[in-house]
């Protein structure tokens, strides 16, 4: 009877440890979602091009919310997803997109947003469109902006959400990183899971 229960729980524990196998853990907050499809304007060759979220299939797209004129919290952001990109083993950085999206169409063209993003980092994508395109883009990622009438030299400024979203390479809205989780060597040990 000894024998049988002894075989029972080494039975119990190797099932216990196979499961919890298979479980990672991550640092950002884990929504595992579809991740929304979207196509804004992006800039390249001197000319307008379209940006599509499908492009990036099989890849891990990180994506973040700003504008140009951001004074503080979009610097950080881009700074914080540059210095990422470089703890990532220089061989497989192609598999990693980093997504600008400002929320400032109004003073925000493609060309500024991408040369924006690219000041940053020089494979990062700034991209833009109409109000009615950045708006559904942000309802579809629960980001919030809003207009806000300034004294500063920019006349207005935009306040938004600062998360960085992570979409693995099967198009999975997987993570979400608050400012209070972008840390470099943590969000790089996320991103190294997928590739």
Not at 116 to 124: D, L, M, Q, R
Not at 132 to 150: C, L, N, P
Not at 162 to 183: H, R
């Amino acid at each position: 009877m000894m024998r049988y229960a002894g075989l029972v729980i080494t039975i119990l524990t190797l099932f216990l440890l196979a499961s919890c196998e298979g479980k990672k853990e991550f640092h950002g907050t884990v929504l595992d979602k579809p991740a929304s499809e979207f196509c804004l304007t992006g800039w390249k060759d001197g000319k307008e091009r379209k940006v599509c979220l499908s492009d990036f299939k099989g890849k891990v797209v990180l994506m973040f919310f700003g504008y140009t004129h951001c004074p503080d919290v979009c610097p950080a952001a881009l700074q914080v997803l540059a210095k990422t990109m470089e703890l990532i083993p220089e061989n497989k950085r192609d598999k990693v997109q980093v997504i600008f999206i400002s929320v400032d169409p109004e003073r925000d063209t493609p060309e500024k947003s991408q040369k924006y993003a690219e000041f940053f980092y020089p494979t990062f994508i700034g991209v833009t469109g109409s109000p009615e395109e950045i708006q559904k883009v942000a309802k579809d990622y629960m980001a919030f902006y809003k207009k806000v009438e300034s004294d500063s030299a920019t006349g207005y400024l935009v306040d938004h959400t600062a998360y960085i979203y992570l979409i693995d390479p099967k198009g999975t809205l997987k993570l979400i990183y608050p400012s209070t989780k972008q840390k470099p060597e943590l969000m790089a040990e996320d991103i190294k899971q997928f590739l």
